[in-house]
């Protein structure tokens, strides 16, 4: 099946090279190639008497060349098909680091006939000879993306086969099903007797396993929310008044000096980011201006730009003033999935007032300069996240097999939702020929998943999404 694009298609066997890293001040630049005949064609511009004959799965030095000219000295790694990524005739160019000298190798190539690779093409060619499924493919992306140890820990173990292994169990199960059912459906009026059409009325067969199926399904749904996490990550705003020590603790919690640190109230304008791993889970940390009715221009809009930041927070780490506890007016939460954390700062200086003059704050006491209490804050932090989030506490409880898009965890809803109707028509006594076309469709909707079931324009939606070289 070929899947044509705007200029070139994924599908075809032409020979294809690109970029597998970017040409840079590294040692080595390796560039990719794969496609039918695509070993006879690289002999034109790296003339070696070893290459024709040359076995899968070995390196062979010598020069790729261009007009009689010399361009790089190269290794060239050799993988015969079946047994490559693609599972076509490939092999990847191991040429000199810098600019210049992988550009060259390329456009010889190109001279040579190999066009440039889509996007994620060296992967969709790999599905398409059955090297990999699609959650598989989707892996491999997953890994390339991976922002912490537990989120690449995760992708290798879709690479390694837990959600194809999961998901066809289960669509095993549904197909057992269905085929007990489409059995009675396949029987003419005159093979049941009248005490088995009594008997068989308004009943599922294999029901157990219908609800085995589904409770499988609610399971590796619910893994999403948690894998989510591990491959988005989760926006931590540090929000609260001038002069509150946001920036300090901003610094302290990236463990370096990024956002400027005065005794003025007002010195950061405007939000700063930056990225964090606590526990294992990625976090966007933001450092915003300090919350006040400024009148400098600047600030002012520094200040607008804040309040819409907190509005796309997951968590708001909000550091209260001795100020704010005179007035007895602190800045509240709104009702996002994720509460507050009040944060005392700058306890070395000013220990935290006992008992806490306002009753329904629970401020974590912190010293950004010292790093006491962070410890404490990090708890918190990972303390809300697990109130909200399925398996979080312990990731084991999710199996195995867990989800690793978005795609993927469509797909496993709807194929829940349609074998939730099936069993809820066969509660309510209804015939199984209204409920047979439901576990059919249950069962595709997982196929989708692997790719056993796929169209054109999804497998083009999904590879394009990939970097190229991939």
């Not at 066997?13 to 890293?21: G, L």
């Not at 537990?150 to 837990?162: D, E, F, I, K, N």
């Not at 507050?340 to 700062?345: A, L, P, Q, S």
């Not at 066969?426 to 576990?439: M, R, T, V």
Request: hydrophobic share 40%.
């Amino acid at each position: 099946m070929a899947v044509t694009g705007s200029k070139s298609s994924y599908g075809d066997e032409s020979p294809v090279a690109a970029f597998a890293t970017n040409p840079g001040s590294g040692a080595l630049t390796l560039i990719r190639c794969s496609g039918k005949g695509s070993i006879k064609l690289i002999s034109s511009i790296f003339p070696h008497p070893d290459l024709e004959n040359a076995r899968g799965n070995t390196i062979i030095h010598g020069w790729i060349t261009a007009n009689n000219e010399k361009i790089d000295e190269v290794l060239l790694s050799i993988f015969r098909a079946p047994k490559s990524y693609t599972g076509e005739d490939s092999f990847d160019i191991s040429c000199h680091g810098g600019v210049s000298a992988g550009k060259a190798v390329m456009a010889a190539l190109k001279t040579a006939g190999f066009r440039e690779a889509l996007p994620g093409e060296f992967t969709f060619r790999a599905f398409m000879n059955g090297k990999i499924d699609l959650t598989k493919s989707e892996s491999v992306m997953e890994l390339v993306c991976a922002k912490t140890d537990t989120s690449r820990r995760h992708a290798v173990l879709r690479l390694s086969g837990s959600l194809q292994k999961e998901v066809n169990e289960i669509k095993k199960l549904l197909v057992q099903v269905l085929a007990s059912a489409e059995i009675y459906l396949d029987y003419s009026e005159d093979e049941v007797s009248a005490q088995d059409e009594d008997e068989i009325a308004g009943k599922l067969p294999n029901k157990d396993i219908a609800l085995q199926a589904l409770e499988r399904l609610k399971k590796l749904s619910a893994s999403w929310q948690l894998e989510r996490i591990y491959q988005e990550g989760i926006t931590l705003v540090i929000a609260g008044p001038p002069n509150a020590g946001k920036s300090s603790l901003f610094n302290s919690l990236l463990k370096e000096d990024r956002s400027i640190v005065t005794e003025i109230p007002g010195t950061t304008r405007d939000w700063i980011e930056a990225f964090v791993s606590i526990e294992g889970i990625p976090f966007r940390l933001i450092d915003t201006a300090g919350l006040r009715d400024a009148d400098d221009s600047v600030e002012k809009i520094g200040v607008e730009r804040s309040r819409k930041i907190l509005k796309e927070a997951d968590i708001v780490l909000y550091l209260i003033n001795e100020e704010e506890i005179k007035q007895g007016e602190i800045e509240r939460g709104s009702s996002q999935e994720f509460p507050y954390i009040y944060v005392w700062n700058k306890c070395d200086i000013v220990p935290l007032p006992q008992p806490f003059p306002i009753e329904t704050v629970k401020p974590v006491s912190v010293s950004a300069k010292t790093g006491e209490g962070l410890a404490e804050l990090y708890s918190a932090i990972i303390s809300r996240i697990s109130q909200q989030v399925a398996f979080f506490d312990d990731p084991s409880a999710a199996a195995d097999a867990s989800l690793g898009t978005a795609r993927q965890k469509k797909l496993v809803d709807e194929s829940c939702s349609a074998l939730e109707e099936a069993l809820a028509l066969a509660e309510s006594d209804n015939p199984l020929d209204l409920i047979a076309p439901l576990l059919r469709e249950a069962v595709n909707l997982l196929g989708e998943i692997t790719g056993e079931v796929s169209t054109a324009d999804i497998l083009e939606e999904m590879f394009s999404k990939f970097c190229v070289g991939k």
